[in-house]
């Protein structure tokens, strides 16, 4: 085991990520564009830290020496990750973040052929939403033979970190996307359906999820689509940048994270499972450091990979109280 290094770690998920991981007895190094944040951080961790840009490949090169994983939690990743998936493929370092955007996830598949040729990988979204809707597609796909479709719907509840809100807004598409035949191709906006958490059906909007790459890539099968139900304040308005870092640990107690998915066979059969697990922010912080744990350990295929593809579709299970159950 040699280092894990954390870009983006005074944030509001990356300092959590960060704190899990010290915790688990990773040896960890903090890093980031602010000196004093990083510095004050790393007192309170006991921990190394370096400070560096992305404008500047030498610079970032010099810095990943003696960096054998990296964890980018520094969105919007659309500023982020182009940058540092290159310099990991450079520098032979394993390459995590915690996106929830789908430029990312295009950019993983962009680069698979040059990270396997490098040996390296890359896993956008080792936490996060992705990990949670790819453990449950997979637990719901292997219940049935020959299964075609899946639609999927995660239940958002609770307030956005500052950092999530400007990521979505930078995100907005005029689009909504499906995988239909293996291919992504925009739908109609306006397909509000409904699915049942438990207490009835509730209306459920159409969005565009980086899960519809790395379900299929982890499955295989070409027909998703995904939705989000939100609970809570919704988005929020006025300056962004005004708002707090993100939710109190009260807020996040307060607000669990729920998801639904739907199998679909080639005889119209449909198979349903629930995900139920803690708030969104603090599942992503412990499953970004339960994957940067296992990939410093060595658990690593080379290109682009998904967490249930490469941990397998328990990995969402193992992480706080996370429970699948059949419907």
């Not at 994983?69 to 973040?97: E, Q, W």
């Not at 109609?188 to 519809?212: E, Y």
């Not at 107690?253 to 449909?270: F, I, P, S």
């Not at 922010?281 to 990939?295: I, N, P, Q, S, W």
Request: hydrophobic share 45%; glycine share 12%; charged share 20%.
């Amino acid at each position: 085991m040699t280092k894990l290094m954390i870009y983006g770690a005074t944030g509001y998920t990356g300092r959590m990520a960060a704190e899990h991981a010290k915790a688990a007895g990773m040896p960890i190094v903090l890093a980031g564009r602010s000196e004093a944040s990083l510095a004050k951080l790393a007192a309170e961790l006991g921990v190394e830290y370096r400070v560096f840009g992305l404008g500047d490949n030498a610079a970032i090169d010099h810095e990943l020496g003696g960096i054998s994983v990296l964890l980018n939690c520094a969105g919007p990743f659309m500023r982020t990750a182009d940058a540092l998936m290159k310099a990991s493929i450079r520098n032979g370092v394993h390459y995590l973040d915690t996106a929830a955007e789908l430029d990312s996830y295009r950019l993983g598949e962009a680069l698979d052929d040059a990270a396997k040729a490098a040996g390296v990988m890359l896993m956008p979204g080792g936490g996060g939403s992705v990990a949670m809707l790819g453990s449950l597609a997979g637990h719901a796909v292997k219940r049935i033979s020959n299964p075609r479709k899946i639609r999927i719907v995660l239940h958002v509840a609770g307030g956005l970190s500052r950092g999530s809100a400007v990521s979505a807004m930078e995100n907005v598409t005029v689009e909504t996307l499906a995988r239909v035949d293996g291919a992504l191709v925009a739908l109609p906006v306006d397909g509000i359906q409904k699915f049942d958490f438990g207490k009835g059906a509730v209306d459920c909007f159409p969005v565009t999820l980086p899960d519809l790459i790395t379900i299929w890539r982890a499955t295989g099968i070409r027909d998703i689509e995904t939705f989000v139900h939100v609970t809570g304040d919704g988005f929020p308005q006025g300056d962004l940048s005004l708002l707090p870092d993100g939710p109190s640990e009260e807020e996040r107690l307060a607000n669990r994270y729920q998801a639904v998915v739907e199998v679909t066979d080639a005889q119209g059969q449909v198979a349903r499972s629930l995900l139920d697990t803690v708030n969104g922010y603090t599942f992503t912080a412990l499953a970004a450091a339960e994957a940067g744990r296992r990939v410093l350990a060595g658990e690593t295929t080379p290109g682009f990979q998904t967490p249930a593809g490469l941990f397998g579709n328990g990995f969402a299970q193992t992480i706080a109280d996370t429970t699948i159950i059949d419907l």
